[in-house]
């Protein structure tokens, strides 16, 4: 009897630890990590479920990987990474996947599939050998239409693809008002166009990351029928390269608030900008980097810029969308210290 006992204590006492912790107020918190130029979105769940979209770069000292791991550990209190998505097999996106899986784990690996060669990268067929060793050649491929298996609480949480590999998601929607003002540009046969594009919503709060999606497969997906409809929170795609963010796309989604993750000389390009200043709903846009060859009035105001510094300086400062337990309002800042600016999730 006392051996029953003691040994339904023990059981009892001997909770395997929780894979993520739980932030406790309910929120879904959107991290946007400066990797100088690459992507690196690490995502919590009201359930303390994380998921990290693309690993930034790797070498430089493990710059971005020690990014990562502060955000991770420091702030969101994770003790290892749930799920792990490469939007796309480019460096400055998958840079990281390996060394985390090994420094501080990973449990599932998904991308858009591997391709057997990729023809602009001479480094690939090591570093997707690495990927394939630290994945233990599990990683699930996303096809249009798949969702992400996280744990909804009260609010709704759902994650669902909208491209995979070139591939759309089609004939759902509205007709996009503003799909004339698509014109063509040179098909792009590189990875970009292959990204994963992913819609999360939590109850009424939509926020959408394209990875690197170029301007003729942002058409494709949003005309002549728009199945994103509106977002509150966009992720500007491609680091605010003009190849991407078509304006056929990015006036439709219309979103309130924009985040791009750029360095201070890739992607926040002066036609992204003027495009975003077209959109009728957005409030603010937030850069993680001064474009160091912009003048000031073509970009975000200081106040929306986490970071000015050139790189071989910068701090890293981080940009945190922080999303209120009923999804009905969020607000987005700048570091520990910066001022929290709000917003009202939109009416549907
Ligand atoms: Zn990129």
Redesign the pocket.
Known sequence: MRLIVLSVLWSLWWVPAVASADSGDGCLDLYFIDVE???ATLIVTPAGESVLIDSGYPDNQSRDLDRIMHVAKDLADLKRIDHAVVSHW?L??FGNHAALAAKFGIGTFWDRGIPDELSEDPGYADRIASYRAASQNASRALQIGDTLPLTSGKTRLAVRVLTSGREVVTGEGEVNPFAERHKAQPDDPSD?SASLSLLYEFGKFRFLTC??LTWNTEAKLVTPRNPVGLVDLFMVT??GLPVSNNPAMVLAIDPVVAIMCNGPKKGGAAQTMATLREVKSLKNWFQLHRNVELEAAQQAPTEFIANSAQTEDCKGEWILAKVAADGASYHVQIGPQGKKHAYATRAR
């Open positions: 130029g690459g992507a480019h400055d996106h970009n990875g690197d491609h680091h």
